[in-house]
């Protein structure tokens, strides 16, 4: 993969895409600048190297065309603040852009509008990755998150001009690595979660490089329900229950493990709850999280691993109750002594909410970029750039 310390930057402007998919409150500031955070030490970097101007592009949100309410505008001051330079917001019309770009002092920063707000962005057409590329002389891709959609800002201008992998994406990709290509054993996956369905291509994928693979959230239901124990009214995937059925049985089965015992309720409002082994499982209740012997037995296999990785909460966390389990192991993945690496949307937001997160030793904010770069698929945006999954 080509990385950014291969490319000139002097007195050339870069096109950088990054990841400024940020929520916006109510009162039009970012809520939370986690992504803008992450995106400065790429641009830090090249304004150092004395790139004549930073042309940042990102998508927010999945707008359909032109929406107001997903513009890039609320970005602009925060960043500005962080960087500690002005920052501007570019001309929609990207020939008027070329101009202003054009006609700017040394180490001029703009802002282009939402990627998505122009037709093409989507169906990576090639005009369009073109009239991009006219912004600048060199692309560099910071935007992890959007690395496996071939779009026009993250596939088809690396095409067009010379392009390499900026410091967030280049942390990203060796983090993973590392834990598929080179982990130090034992090496524990940890997944939980909403649905297999979501996560099975990474079972597959993991389920031969790991020593152990621990199962939970509504996830280990389909499971249970595959070895024909009753799960009640948890929710399941009844089309999933083959495919469960066949990892019990397949190659590597022994690595699996599952909840032996889990905490139930009528329902995700009651508070009336019960820990029960999982052949106890009451037909009129759910399964919300997991029970304290599989707590035990899931934090003392992470606490005795060298390497873990764990993406999907194992119970409801957004009810205190049914917290318990998904914060426990937020603390044996925090006292795990190897190395760690947790990634998903809810598993980060759990892991902050347990107050571990400044203990592990990577937070892969990818989303659906990691997960599929877990599931061993080739990502066109690091493809591009001349990355090759082993
Ligand atoms: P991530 O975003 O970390 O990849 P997922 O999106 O796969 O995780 O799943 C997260 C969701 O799974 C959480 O919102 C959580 O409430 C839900 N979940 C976990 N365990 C259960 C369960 N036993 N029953 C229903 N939902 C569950
Ligand atoms: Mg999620």
């Given amino acids: 993969m080509r990385l950014i310390e291969t490319l000139e930057y002097h007195g050339r402007a870069v096109f950088v895409r990054v990841d400024f998919n940020v929520t916006v409150g109510d009162d039009g500031s970012v809520t939370n600048d986690t992504r803008i955070r992450a995106a400065l030490p790429t641009l830090r970097y090249l304004l150092d190297a004395g ?35 002005p920052v501007s917001v570019l001309p929609f019309d990207l020939a008027e852009a070329r101009r202003v770009v054009g006609a700017a002092g040394s180490g001029t920063v703009f802002l282009l509008e939402n990627t998505r707000f122009y037709p093409g962005e989507e169906a990576n057409d090639p005009t369009l990755a073109s009239s991009f590329a006219s912004l600048a002389d060199v692309f560099v891709e910071d935007a992890f998150g959007s690395v496996h959609r071939a779009h026009a800002s993250t596939e088809g201008i690396a095409h067009i001009l010379p392009a390499a992998a900026g410091l967030l994406v280049q942390r990203e990709v060796r983090a993973l690595e590392r834990v598929l290509e080179r982990p130090e054993r034992p090496f ?14 990474v079972i597959q994928n993991l389920l031969p490089r790991v020593d152990r693979l621990l199962i939970g959230g509504a996830m280990a239901n389909t499971f249970l329900l595959a070895q024909g124990l009753e799960v009640g009214k948890s929710l399941v995937e009844p089309d999933r229950v083959e495919l469960a059925g066949s990892l019990l049985g397949g190659d590597g089965s022994e690595k699996l493990v599952l909840p032996i015992d889990v905490v139930v309720a009528d329902s995700l409002d009651s508070t009336d709850v019960a820990s029960v082994p999982v052949k106890a499982i009451p037909a009129s209740s759910a399964v919300y999280d997991i029970g304290p012997e599989t707590t035990r037995l899931f934090a003392s296999e992470i606490v005795g691993s060298h390497t873990v990785v764990w993406n999907g909460p194992v119970g409801v966390f957004e009810r205190e109750v049914f917290a318990p389990g998904t914060y426990a192991l937020a603390e044996a993945v925090a006292q795990c002594p190897g190395y760690t690496v947790v990634g998903g ?46």
């Fill in 345 to 390: 949307g809810e598993s980060i937001t759990a892991l902050g909410r347990s107050g571990f997160s400044d203990r592990v030793d990577h937070i892969s904010t990818g989303g659906g970029a990691s997960l599929e770069f877990l599931e061993g698929r080739a990502l066109p945006g690091l493809a591009v750039l001349g990355y090759a999954n082993a």
């Fill in 188 to 201: 524990t996956a940890v997944l939980g979660g909403a649905k297999v369905s979501d996560k099975a291509r």
């Fill in 51 to 85: 790139a004549s101007a930073l042309v940042l592009a990102s998508h927010r949100g999945r707008p359909k065309g032109f929406d107001p309410a997903l513009s890039l505008g609320p970005v602009v001051e925060r960043l500005a603040m962080l960087l500690e330079c």
